[in-house]
C-alpha cells in the first residue's frame, strides 16, 4: 500500500507536480500553474517547441526538458533520479492534463514506485468540457480516448461498448472521425445523441448536436477540421431490446467461449462477455481462473 501525504512530508526528495495547460485559449492557465512553473526545477514536456511557447508568454524560465513517447525508456529513469536526488519537476503535456493519453501516465507509475509524491495541479480537460456542454447526460460516463485505427479491431471495440448504458467519450483527429462515424452507425443505432465538439476554447469553437447519422452527414457537407471531442448517448431502449439475451443460457465460460469460436482471442472475448453482462472484465477473468 502506498499513502501519500502530499503537503505533509519531506523524505529529502523532490516532487512530481502534474501541471494542466491551457487546451487553446492561454487565459485557462491558472495562477498556481504559472507559480508551479516558476517554482520547479525543471519542466518535462511532451514537445518542447510547443510549451516553450507557454513559458515564454508567462515569462517562465525554468529550464526545459524533453520527456514523450519516443524517448520515455531513457528520460523516464533520469527524471526519477532527479527527482531522488530532491529535484522538483513539473510534467506537463502540449495541451490540457498530462497523463492522459500520453505517456506521462508511465512516470507517473515510476516516481509512485520510487516513493515519490505525485502532485496534481489542475487545469483544463478537453473531454470533460465536452461532455458538460453536449447537452447528454452527465450522470455516469466512460473515456475511451482514441479508438482502433484498422476497421476490425475499431468495430471490435464498438460491439464490446455497444450495451453500456453511461455517455462515452472519445478523441478523435480529423483524418479518422468520419470514419469513426461510418463503424458508429454500422455497430451502434445511428440515432443515438451524440455531440461532435472540435477546437475547444479557440475562436472557431463549434458543438455539433444531434444523432449520430445527423452529425455524421453534417461531416459529408463541412469536411472536418481541428482536433475533436465526441460525447454519445450510451444505448438506447431499442438497442436494448433488439439485443435480447441470446447468452442467457450460456454458464460464464460457455460465453467467453462463443466468442473464442468466433475467432477473438481469449482476452478479446472475455473482455465482450464481460461487457453483455454488465460486469467488469477482471471480476470474469478473476472467476474463470479461479476455477
Given at each position: 500500500?502506498?499513502?501519500?501525504?502530499?503537503?505533509?512530508?519531506?523524505?529529502?526528495?523532490?516532487k512530481?507536480?502534474?501541471?494542466?495547460?491551457p487546451?487553446g485559449?492561454?487565459?485557462?492557465?491558472t495562477?498556481?500553474a504559472?507559480r508551479?512553473?516558476?517554482?520547479?526545477?525543471?519542466?518535462a514536456?511532451?514537445?518542447?517547441?510547443?510549451?516553450r511557447?507557454?513559458l515564454?508568454?508567462f515569462?517562465?524560465?525554468?529550464?526545459?526538458?524533453?520527456?514523450?513517447?519516443h524517448?520515455?525508456?531513457?528520460?523516464?529513469?533520469?527524471?526519477?533520479?532527479?527527482l531522488?536526488?530532491?529535484?522538483?519537476i513539473?510534467?506537463v503535456?502540449?495541451?490540457?492534463l498530462?497523463a492522459?493519453?500520453?505517456?506521462?501516465a508511465?512516470?507517473v507509475?515510476?516516481?509512485?514506485?520510487?516513493?515519490?509524491?505525485?502532485?496534481?495541479?489542475p487545469?483544463?480537460?478537453a473531454?470533460?468540457?465536452?461532455?458538460i456542454v453536449?447537452?447528454?447526460?452527465?450522470?455516469?460516463?466512460?473515456?475511451?480516448?482514441?479508438?482502433?485505427?484498422?476497421?476490425k479491431?475499431?468495430?471490435?471495440?464498438?460491439e464490446a461498448l455497444k450495451?453500456?448504458?453511461?455517455t462515452?467519450l472519445f478523441?478523435e483527429?480529423?483524418?479518422?472521425?468520419?470514419?469513426?462515424?461510418?463503424?458508429m452507425?454500422?455497430?451502434?443505432?445511428?440515432e443515438?445523441?451524440?455531440?461532435?465538439?472540435?477546437?475547444?476554447?479557440?475562436?472557431y469553437?463549434?458543438?455539433?448536436?444531434?444523432?449520430?447519422?445527423?452529425c455524421?452527414k453534417?461531416?459529408?457537407?463541412?469536411?472536418?477540421?481541428?482536433?475533436y471531442?465526441i460525447?454519445?448517448q450510451?444505448?438506447?431502449d431499442?438497442?436494448?431490446?433488439a439485443?435480447?439475451i441470446?447468452?442467457?443460457?450460456?454458464?460464464?465460460?460457455e460465453?467467453?467461449?462463443?466468442?473464442?469460436?468466433?475467432g477473438l482471442?481469449?482476452?478479446?472475448?472475455i473482455?465482450?462477455?464481460?461487457a453483455?453482462?454488465q460486469i467488469p472484465?477482471?471480476?470474469?477473468?478473476?472467476?474463470l481462473h479461479?476455477?
Amino acid at each position: 500500500m502506498n499513502i501519500q501525504k502530499s503537503y505533509q512530508q519531506d523524505n529529502g526528495m523532490g516532487k512530481l507536480y502534474l501541471v494542466g495547460t491551457p487546451i487553446g485559449n492561454l487565459e485557462d492557465m491558472t495562477f498556481r500553474a504559472v507559480r508551479t512553473l516558476n517554482e520547479v526545477k525543471w519542466i518535462a514536456a511532451e514537445d518542447t517547441r510547443q510549451t516553450r511557447k507557454l513559458l515564454t508568454h508567462f515569462d517562465i524560465s525554468t529550464r526545459l526538458v524533453s520527456y514523450h513517447e519516443h524517448n520515455k525508456n531513457a528520460s523516464g529513469p533520469e527524471l526519477v533520479r532527479l527527482l531522488q536526488s530532491g529535484d522538483d519537476i513539473a510534467l506537463v503535456s502540449d495541451a490540457g492534463l498530462p497523463a492522459i493519453c500520453d505517456p506521462g501516465a508511465d512516470l507517473v507509475r515510476q516516481a509512485i514506485d520510487a516513493g515519490i509524491a505525485v502532485i496534481p495541479i489542475p487545469g483544463a480537460n478537453a473531454a470533460l468540457s465536452a461532455l458538460i456542454v453536449s447537452g447528454i447526460s452527465t450522470e455516469r460516463f466512460t473515456f475511451l480516448g482514441f479508438l482502433p485505427r484498422d476497421k476490425k479491431p475499431l468495430h471490435q471495440e464498438l460491439e464490446a461498448l455497444k450495451p453500456m448504458k453511461e455517455t462515452l467519450l472519445f478523441y478523435e483527429s480529423p483524418h479518422r472521425v468520419v470514419k469513426t462515424l461510418e463503424a458508429m452507425m454500422e455497430v451502434w443505432d445511428p440515432e443515438r445523441q451524440m455531440c461532435l465538439m472540435r477546437e475547444l476554447t479557440k475562436k472557431y469553437e463549434e458543438a455539433a448536436r444531434g444523432t449520430i447519422s445527423e452529425c455524421y452527414k453534417l461531416l459529408q457537407e463541412q469536411p472536418p477540421q481541428g482536433e475533436y471531442c465526441i460525447v454519445v448517448q450510451g444505448s438506447t431502449d431499442s438497442e436494448n431490446e433488439a439485443s435480447a439475451i441470446w447468452w442467457e443460457a450460456f454458464s460464464l465460460e460457455e460465453h467467453v467461449e462463443h466468442y473464442a469460436e468466433q475467432g477473438l482471442d481469449r482476452k478479446e472475448a472475455i473482455k465482450r462477455a464481460a461487457a453483455d453482462r454488465q460486469i467488469p472484465k477482471r471480476e470474469l477473468y478473476n472467476y474463470l481462473h479461479q476455477k
